[in-house]
């Protein structure tokens, strides 16, 4: 297993909108420009997708991932990982969400990748750092308005 990247953000917004937002899936091209479609495949009881395939351009990270999705600890832990793809052999990712009080949210969000192909540790953390840190700050924008 690869190192984890991470980074995190305060957004000024209560963690129930942050938490609505990131569990609309389907939604996500609207706001991320790394995510250029989304199909759900799997729902669970509440409607959230446990299944979705998602066409990723997120620069060199380029790929159509199948990604399971884990909403047992929502709304503060969101998680996902590779079902299946086309060059990637490992995607897992976290969204963890802390409620500050004051009607924001700390999201820190956590990526690790392998691909079939090999990639410099260098480059692909690099690439995961450049992927968190462009979602932060699409999700903020977002939410902020």
């Known amino acids: 297993m690869s190192d984890i ?25 609207t706001w991320s420009t790394a995510i250029k479609s989304v199909e759900v495949q799997e729902k669970d009881s509440a409607g959230r997708a446990t299944k979705a395939k ?13 990604l399971d999705y884990d909403w047992s600890g929502a709304p503060n832990l969101i998680t996902f990982e590779l079902d299946d793809a086309d060059l990637l052999t490992e995607m897992t990712g976290a969204y963890k969400l ?9 999201v820190e969000y956590e990526l690790t990748v ?9 480059m692909r953390q690099k690439a995961e750092r450049s992927t968190i840190d462009l979602a ?10």
């Open 5 to 29: 990247s991470k980074n995190s953000v305060t957004i000024e917004a209560p963690i129930t909108e942050v938490a609505a937002l990131l569990s609309d899936l389907a939604g996500y091209p």
């Open 54 to 66: 998602i066409s990723i351009d997120a620069g060199v990270m380029k790929d159509r991932v199948i």
């Open 98 to 106: 802390e409620d500050n009080g004051d009607d924001t949210t700390t």
């Open 114 to 122: 392998a691909l079939s192909i090999p990639v410099p540790a260098m």
């Open 136 to 145: 932060l700050n699409q999700l903020k924008s977002k939410l902020e308005g």
